[in-house]
T-cell receptor, first 111, second 114 residues
Framework: TQLLEQSPQFLSIQEGENLTVYCNSS?????LQWYRQEPGEGPVLLVT?????EVKKLKRLTFQFGDARKDSSLHITAAQPGDTGLYLC???????????FGTGTRLKVLA | DTGVSQDPRHKITKRGQNVTFRCDPI?????LYWYRQTLGQGPEFLTY????????KSRLLSDRFSAERPKGSFSTLEIQRTEQGDSAMYLC????????????FGEGSWLTVV
């Protein structure tokens, strides 16, 4: 059972467009992380969100943690080709030591 | 600032051979994780250590796989009698044992079994 569902799975957009990626679960998490991964490399941490309703900004990226801490979104403004990659949300399963990943969103930004 | 380092980065081996990967976590991190990732998929949890104790293992970790962290610092992941299905990237990660438990990944070790 996949506890973290991401949508969309694939996204191909033109440079300059905006986009939003969603990470949803029926479970409550104490924190949630977003990573970006490029081919052949390990995931690189973008942000950690902890408080329900929290919004964090990282340049053109805006991350939001749902009020109930069950879901999160990543919004990219004016996407650039350098934003291309696999975006992953991740969180610790309550009551375990497992740190699980979402299904991933593969983004391609065309110049 | 030294991140998580993994060695080797790439390994090609013949089916049936044994391979070992090493992971050096961030120095003050006492939690260490191993993941496996295949093309197009997100990382799948394999096992977890807190200090030298292996506290959780996934059912993905068959009896051909063994992981150790003998002194609570570096860790090794050994795969015995490799099969073609073992071809994947093996990722190591580490974290502090305190909230928000954010984990940091190494660059991964690519395994190709031919």
């Amino acid at each position: 059972t996949q506890l973290l569902e991401q949508s969309p799975q694939f996204l191909s957009i033109q440079e300059g467009e905006n986009l939003t990626v969603y990470c949803n679960s029926s479970s409550v998490f104490s924190s949630l992380q977003w990573y970006r991964q490029e081919p052949g490399e390990g995931p690189v941490l973008l942000v950690t969100v902890v408080t329900g309703g929290e919004v964090k900004k990282l340049k053109r990226l805006t991350f939001q943690f749902g009020d109930a801490r069950k879901d999160s979104s990543l919004h990219i403004t004016a996407a650039q080709p350098g934003d291309t990659g696999l975006y992953l949300c991740a969180a610790t399963v309550s009551g375990t030591y497992k740190y699980i990943f979402g299904t991933g969103t593969r983004l391609k930004v065309l110049a | 600032d030294t991140g998580v380092s993994q060695d080797p980065r790439h390994k090609i081996t013949k089916r049936g051979q044994n391979v070992t990967f090493r992971c050096d976590p961030i120095s003050e991190h006492n939690r260490l994780y191993w993941y496996r990732q295949t093309l197009g998929q997100g990382p799948e949890f394999l096992t977890y250590f807190q200090n030298e104790a292996q506290l959780e293992k996934s059912r993905l970790l068959s009896d051909r796989f063994s992981a150790e962290r003998p002194k609570g610092s570096f860790s090794t992941l050994e795969i015995q009698r490799t099969e073609q299905g073992d071809s994947a990237m093996y990722l190591c990660a580490s974290s502090l044992a305190q909230k928000p438990y954010t984990i940091y990944f190494g660059e991964g070790s690519w395994l190709t079994v031919v």
